[in-house]
C-alpha cells in the first residue's frame, strides 16, 4: 500500500486493514490500527509502520483504545465463526443460537449478525445446509429414511419431511432410492454451440447441459438421477427444447420457464444473485460474493457457481475471475465466451 492509500485506510477507519499497517502519531507518542476509534490526527503528524515491533522501536508505544498489539476485531470474528462451524459440524445435536453466542463470547443478537456477515447465511441455515448434507450421505448408507435423518443430527423427521422438496429437491424416500418414482422428460437439439440436452421434472426445468456429444449428455443426466424414470420428449416437449435453444442463440431479458432447483441454502442464494445479473453484464467470483452479503466466501461462491446444472437459465458464464479472465465453465470457456460475445452485442 502506498502512504496515500494508508492515510484513506486511517480516515476511513477500515477494518480491513488492520494488521497490514500501523500508524503513529507524533503530537501524541502513540501507535494505532488502522480502525481505531480515537478522534483522527492530522496528516502531517501521522507516520506509518509495518510492525508493532517498527512503532516501538521509534518511540511510540501501543494505544490504549484500540490495543494495536492484540488481535484485530477481523481476527477474532473468524476465529469465533470458524470455532461456531466446527461446533455445528461435529455435534450430535444442531447447537442452539445461545449456545453458539455463548461458546463465541458475545451476546445473540451481535454473535448472529457477524456470522451472517462472514458466511453469507444464519447460523441456522448453515446448520440446516450442512444437515442436509449429511441426510444426503446417510441415505445413500442407511437402512431407512427415518434412521438417515435421525444420524443427520435431526430431532424430527417431519421437520426435515417439510423441507425435503426443497433442499433435496424430491422427498428423502426418492432421494434414497437414486430419484426413484420420479419422472423426468428429456431430449437433446442442436445449437450454434453444439448439442443441448433439457431436463424437466414435475416442478421445471431441472437441466440445461451443454456439449459436442448427446450421449455424453443423457448420460450425465443418468449420473444425477440415476434411477429416476429418464422419459424420451414427445412433440410438445420438443417446443421447450426450441424455446431454450432460441434463448441461447438469441438472449432474452428474462427466462420465464419455472426452474426445479435443487442445493444448499447457500447454493440458493449464489444461483438466485446470479440470475439477477443483467444480459450483457459480468461480475467477478469477488463481486458475486458481496452481493449475497459474504463478502470472505469467494472460494464458496465459485464452488456453487460450479455446482449449477441448469446453464444459461441460471447464468453462471457471467461470472469472470477477478483479473477478469473467462474461466471455471462446466461447460468449457469457449462457450463462455460465445455466450458473453452474443450477450454483449445483443445489449
Sequence with gaps: MTDDEKWHAVAVKDPKSDGKFYYAVKTTGVYCVPSCPARPALRENVVFHDTPEDAEKAGFRPCKRCWPKSPSKT???????????????????????????MEAGMSNYY??????????VTPKKYTMAHRTRRVRQELVNSNS?????????FNSSGRFY??????LGMTPTRFRKGGAGTRIRFAVGECSLGSVLVAMSERGVCAISLGDDPGSLIRDLQDQFPRAELVGGDQEFEKLVAYVVGFIEAPRTRFDLPLDVRGTAFQLRVWQALSEIPT???????????????????RAVAQACASNHIAVAIPCHRVLRN???RS???????RKS????????AK
Design 75 to 101: 481476527v477474532v470474528h473468524e476465529t469465533a465463526v470458524a470455532k461456531a462451524c466446527r461446533l455445528i459440524e461435529t455435534a450430535e445435536e444442531a447447537p442452539t443460537l445461545d449456545e453458539l453466542a
Design 111 to 120: 454473535f448472529h449478525r457477524v456470522f451472517k456477515a462472514l458466511i453469507g
Design 145 to 153: 429414511v427415518t434412521e438417515a435423518i435421525y444420524d443427520a443430527g
Design 162 to 167: 417439510a423441507k425435503s422438496m426443497e433442499t
Design 280 to 298: 450483457g453484464s459480468t461480475v467477478s467470483y469477488t463481486e458475486l460474493a458481496e452481493r449475497i452479503g459474504a463478502p470472505k466466501a469467494v
Design 323 to 325: 483479473d477478469g479472465a
Design 328 to 334: 471455471g465453465y462446466r461447460w468449457g470457456v469457449e
Design 338 to 345: 460465445a455466450l458473453l460475445e452474443r450477450e454483449a452485442a
